[in-house]
């Protein structure tokens, strides 16, 4: 490993560290990451449009500011990567969608302006599925994001070019947001950290149904502080979410210390109600089999959730509804088949579909509170099937068995998401085909901190054992995803704010 190569591997806190002690500085950073960023983001394709000269300016004012003693951001000096569902000023931001291929916003959101304000910089956009709708991280600007383990195999979604990025050393900093699952199942297939915090936490300034605690905005990490770093930075109200609160933003820096010998925990291979391969469900018994000693009780669980599958399909398809109906109205066509879906389901739903699934969600969260009279964490697999081709839009078929739509084989997480609990996907070794492998850990009703304080000390755990410890892809070992799979190729991209760094593209 050369110099540069050490020094982007290492996480957000120790970089934040060393440049606060003048041992690095922030153009020296950036260097870095816009190296290795030109070396292998051909080959992995999350990184999308950049700003570098700008980003390079930024780098070097930061850096006088160090020598000159003033007071210093949470990030500053850090090189930051910005999902490209996020209104980025000055950067192309296309949502993934070819109606936004010259869409450059004249200010950023209240995420992005958050970061910055702590001294973040923006190198450029990760990429994401068309309007995040789904999984795979691809589309027909920007082509797919491969995983930084195997290109020829997806990055999850919908954050899955923030998740490859960190996971391939690009950069230290990526923002995330989930839905159904768009921050932990990336995470879980990338082997990086990625937090979904309580409705509020972060404000989400994008959400048109402002009072939906379905779709949340949260960190990703390399390490679970380095997603506390991220939380610290852009968590507190905002009248742009009128699910936002006012928090102690900073407590978030150093989580409370705890003794995993003196937790709880329950563990469930499905919740009672997702499809999950016979494989996946033998790694993670062998996963708990090996942390189990760490918990002063680790039992299997049992849920009965009602229909939280009809409840998840009426609330996502009002989102869509609301956000996609000007568009669908001018050019159906104009739409990908993931956010054309959505929008028709919706369109299809009554006012009835839309009181039930509201009162159903109530109720599901009530029953998911019966296993925290017992325990303190619920353990499942964040993902039910390894990575896989990304020519695949998405999960066809689990042990056979064909799936109702192109994201119900995400019920892992999205089950989690109706409750409105915090969960963490953590990395926790490979699977039996040498892939990342997530653990999802989900706390408390409003326990963020409490979760965030339990997967830290798990993670350290973890780091002592060879099945249980993160997985680290070898990136010089890597060859370009296998030419059938290029032969799709969309016309290039408009671009504009920087230069396109993407390599496979695909429709």
């Known amino acids: 490993m050369n110099s540069q190569d050490s020094l982007t591997s290492a996480s957000a806190v120790e970089l934040r560290r060393l440049i606060g002690t003048r041992e690095i500085s922030p153009v020296e950073l950036l260097d870095a990451c816009i190296a290795r960023i030109e070396t292998y983001n051909p080959v992995i394709n999350a990184i999308t449009a950049t700003c570098y000269e700008r980003a390079r300016k930024e780098a070097l004012a930061a850096g006088q500011a160090v020598l000159r003693g003033e007071p210093l951001g949470l990030l500053h000096g850090l090189p930051l990567g910005v999902k490209d569902l996020e209104a980025t000023e000055g950067l ?36 994401i599925p068309e309007m995040g709708a789904g999984a795979n991280s691809r589309n027909a600007v920007w082509g797919a994001t491969g995983n930084p383990f195997n290109p020829n195999l997806n990055a999850g979604g919908s954050s899955g070019g923030s998740a490859a990025a960190l996971a391939a050393d690009f950069l230290p900093v990526c923002t995330g947001s989930d839905t159904g699952g768009s921050l932990r199942i990336p995470a879980s297939k990338c082997g990086v950290v990625g937090f979904r915090p309580s409705p509020g936490v972060v404000p989400n300034s994008r959400k048109l149904l402002g009072w939906t605690p379905i779709s949340v905005v949260g960190p990703m990490g390399r390490t679970v502080a380095d997603a506390c770093l991220q939380l610290a930075a852009s968590a507190g109200v905002s009248v742009t979410d009128p699910l936002s609160y006012a928090v102690n933003a900073d407590a978030f820096l150093s989580p409370p210390g705890v003794e995993l010998s003196s937790l709880r925990v329950g563990w469930t291979e499905d919740f009672g109600c ?187 755990a973890f780091a002592g054992s060879q099945a249980l410890r993160r997985p680290v892809p070898d990136l010089a070992s890597l060859a370009p995803s296998e030419p059938a799979l290029r032969s799709i190729v969309t016309a290039p991209p408009i671009f504009s704010g920087g230069t396109h760094t993407g390599g496979v593209s695909a429709v």
């Open 92 to 127: 192309l931001t296309t949502y993934g969608s070819p109606l936004f291929r010259g869409h450059v916003p004249t200010q950023d959101n209240v995420l992005v302006s958050r970061l910055r304000a702590a001294g973040a910089i923006v190198v450029g956009k990760t990429n």
């Open 274 to 460: 997702c499809a999950v391969d016979e494989g996946i469900r033998r790694v993670f018994r062998s996963k708990i089999a090996a942390m189990r000693h760490l918990f002063k009780r680790c039992d299997e669980v049992s849920f009965d959730l009602g229909d939280v599958h009809r409840c998840f399909d009426v609330l996502r398809a009002e989102s869509f509804v609301a956000g996609m109906h000007e568009a669908y109205q001018r050019d159906p066509a104009s739409l990908g088949p993931n956010t054309r879906a959505n929008y028709e389901m919706g369109a299809k739903m009554s006012l009835s579909d839309s009181a039930w699934a509201q009162a159903e969600q109530n109720r599901i969260l009530q029953r998911f509170q019966r296993a925290y009279q017992d325990y303190d964490l619920i353990l499942s697999p964040t993902t039910p099937v390894s990575p896989f081709p990304w020519t695949s839009l998405y999960a066809d078929t689990i042990n056979g068995e064909k799936q109702e739509n192109y994201y119900r084989w995400l019920a892992l997480t999205y089950v989690v998401t109706l409750t409105t609990h915090p969960a963490i996907s953590l990395p926790c070794g490979t699977d039996d085909l040498g892939m990342p492998f997530g653990l999802q850990v989900t706390g408390r009703f409003r326990g963020d901190m409490e979760t965030l304080s339990a997967a830290q000390a798990m993670e350290a």
